[in-house]
T-cell receptor, first 115, second 115 residues
Framework: AQKVTQAQTEISVVEKEDVTLDCVYE???????LFWYKQPPSGELVFLIR??????QNEISGRYSWNFQKSTSSFNFTITASQVVDSAVYFC????????????FGKGTRLSVIA | DADVTQTPRNRITKTGKRIMLECSQT?????MYWYRQDPGLGLRLIYY???????NKGEISDGYSVSRQAQAKFSLSLESAIPNQTALYFC??????????????FGAGSRLTVL
């Protein structure tokens, strides 16, 4: 079955430090999408990124970058020069049954950025 | 107004009561979902619907039912609430097109407490 593991339950960093959130997945599919979502303290869930498995190039968006490695089944998320506003719970996800089936989420990593 | 609106935002009820959580959206999306969030467990899928005539069970559908009244409305019912259904419930929507599938737009959440 499709599975997402986020081994880091909580991470705490000091502002301006770099931090990497790990995501390891299991899938039967040869092509698939992977996702990251953010849940800030206010509680709403926000889509961050979707990557297709055939594109292993790193993705960078401002201070955010994503490293996708099929060889290790990982899709890690790095925040460079973290800020207090990055404090949130971050979820990694992939389709539960492949294709466009609904997402199965990891248990999330709570990131606290301390000023 | 929010793209995805959930009502009520907070509800306290007693064991055995029937509860309905409502979700409406202005995104024009065909797909709608109900997820449940518990501390340390991430998000788990309860039910989903890919169009008005389509209803599918998710990972944890026992004790819940849903109704897709229109493209824009998807309600979740607890026929006889029990304390372990105390959780934060999220409604989400997504496009049917491959480019938008699983790029979820979430509601603000409905916090349900069953005493």
């Amino acid at each position: 079955a499709q599975k997402v593991t986020q081994a880091q339950t909580e991470i705490s960093v000091v502002e301006k430090e770099d931090v990497t959130l790990d995501c390891v997945y299991e899938t039967r599919d040869t092509t698939y999408y992977l996702f990251w979502y953010k849940q800030p303290p206010s509680g709403e869930l926000v889509f961050l990124i979707r990557r297709n498995s055939f594109d292993e190039q790193n993705e960078i968006s401002g201070r955010y970058s994503w490293n996708f490695q099929k060889s290790t089944s990982s899709f890690n998320f790095t925040i460079t020069a973290s800020q207090v506003v990055d404090s949130a719970v971050y979820f990694c996800a992939l389709p539960s049954g492949g294709g466009n089936t609904p997402l199965v989420f990891g248990k999330g990593t709570r990131l606290s950025v301390i000023a | 107004d929010a793209d995805v609106t959930q009502t009520p935002r907070n509800r306290i009820t007693k064991t055995g009561k029937r509860i309905m959580l409502e979700c409406s959206q202005t995104k024009g999306h065909d797909r709608m979902y109900w997820y449940r969030q518990d501390p340390g467990l991430g998000l788990r899928l309860i039910y989903y619907s890919f169009d008005v005539k389509d209803i599918n069970k998710g990972e944890i559908s026992d004790g819940y039912s849903v109704s897709r009244q229109a493209q824009a409305k998807f309600s979740l019912s607890l026929e006889s609430a029990i304390p372990n259904q105390t959780a934060l419930y999220f409604c989400a929507t997504s496009d049917n097109r491959v480019s938008g599938a699983n790029v979820l737009t979430f509601g603000a959440g409905s916090r349900l407490t069953v005493l």
